[in-house]
């Protein structure tokens, strides 16, 4: 089955500042790649996906890139503020299966 | 709002106990998915299920079990229950399968004392 690794598990950044937050995967039948965030005790929201026959993708301060050679995609979120506190996780999915989560990335903000 | 409702929020219980979560989809929504999130933890697949048929099947013990009715509305039923079975579970539903996205509800937060 798939298999997702994400880093860094913690990222710490002052508002402003880009973060950017990294998954590798396993199965290279992977082709739909979303990532959602995580607010303390809330569920998680679709922020942005990626499929793969795009290469990059961008919403607002928001954007995803994949390699599908090196089999990895990453977060990259500019001019960070307050509110951009939360846990993200990737995932992906084969198609032929169900989506596989990273571990997940606690992004801290600090004003 | 994602559309998917779940109940009940919050519930409290005992070692040995069964308790049933309910998860309503979106409207148009055929496939229901439930996940596990303990302390810590990222978000554990537990069992799929597409217009009422299971469709796929992760990390669910044997005392859990779940169905989706001809509503597509689905319950999780946890049984036996264990101190760590305490976890935030959360219903997702998508239109089809596969690569469809995913929308997650609000979560129910099951505590076992």
């Known amino acids: 089955g798939e298999n997702v690794e994400q880093h860094p598990s913690t990222l710490s950044v002052q508002e402003g500042d880009s973060a950017v937050i990294k998954c590798t995967y396993s199965?290279?039948?992977?082709?739909?790649f979303p990532w959602y965030k995580q607010e303390l005790g809330k569920r998680p929201q679709l922020i942005i996906d990626?499929?793969?026959?795009?290469g990059e993708k961008k919403d607002q301060r928001i954007a995803v890139t994949l390699n599908k050679t090196a089999k990895h995609f990453s977060l990259h979120i500019t001019e960070t503020q307050p509110e951009d506190s939360a846990v993200y996780f990737c995932?992906?999915?084969?198609?032929?299966?169900?989506?596989?989560f990273g571990k997940g990335t606690m992004l801290l903000v600090s004003p | 709002d994602s559309g998917v409702t779940q109940t009940p929020k919050h519930l409290i219980t005992a070692t040995g106990q069964r308790v049933t979560l309910r998860c309503s989809p979106r409207?148009?929504?055929?496939?229901v998915y439930w996940y596990q999130q303990s302390l810590d933890q990222g978000l554990q697949f537990l069992i799929q299920?597409?217009?009422?048929?299971?469709?796929a099947k992760g990390n669910i013990l044997e005392r859990f079990s779940a169905q989706q009715f001809p509503d597509l509305h689905s319950e999780l039923n946890l049984s036996s229950l264990e101190l760590g079975d305490s976890a935030l579970y959360f219903c997702?539903?998508?239109?089809?399968?596969?690569?469809?996205?995913?929308?997650f509800g609000p979560g129910t937060r099951l505590t076992v004392l």
């Open positions: 997702a539903s998508s239109i089809g399968t596969g690569t469809d996205t995913q929308y």
């Open positions: 199965d290279s039948a992977s082709n739909y």
């Open positions: 990626i499929r793969s026959n795009v």
């Open positions: 995932a992906a999915i084969p198609g032929y299966s169900t989506l596989t």
């Open positions: 409207s148009g929504d055929l496939s």
């Open positions: 299920y597409y217009n009422g048929e299971e469709r």
